[in-house]
């Protein structure tokens, strides 16, 4: 089952760098200020995906479904310039990440599905926006 879940980490942060505003600014973290370390030597936004546990389907039977879940964090400045507005930037970017990630299927042969999105706390002069992600898997060991 790990062997899964690292390909579905690997598979998610492949699926968002390809979105023109983070290539090469996207990264696979730990958490989010893993990821804010990280942007420090690049340009904003930048994006890290980051796992965060496996959670039960409640189906009845062995107990052996399961649901791998990732934490999508994009990091923004939240300092407006001039005229021009972050925030709508910010939801322009989540929505072309969601459009890159929907309708396809993780590792694991499963659609990935959209949990949530919500916006973080203010660090600074940044602002951290999140997408949670997840995929069935099976346990196997």
Known sequence: MSLVVIQCLEELTNL???????????????SEEDLLDKSR???LPSAGVYYSGLRSQGKAGDGLGTVAVFQVAVIFESKTVGNKNTQV???ELLE???AVIRH????SIHKW????ESSGIPLGNVMAYTQQWE???????
Do not use: D, H, M, Y
């Not at 396809?104 to 590792?107: A, E, G, K, M, N």
């Open 104 to 107: 396809t299927r993780s590792p």
């Open 89 to 91: 930037e910010a939801l």
């Open 41 to 43: 030597v690049t340009k």
């Open 96 to 98: 072309s990440i969601r």
């Open 135 to 141: 995929c069935p898997v099976i346990l196997t060991n």
């Open 113 to 116: 599905r959209f949990v949530n």
């Open 16 to 30: 968002i760098a390809s979105v023109p505003q983070i290539q090469n600014k996207t990264f696979s973290v730990i």
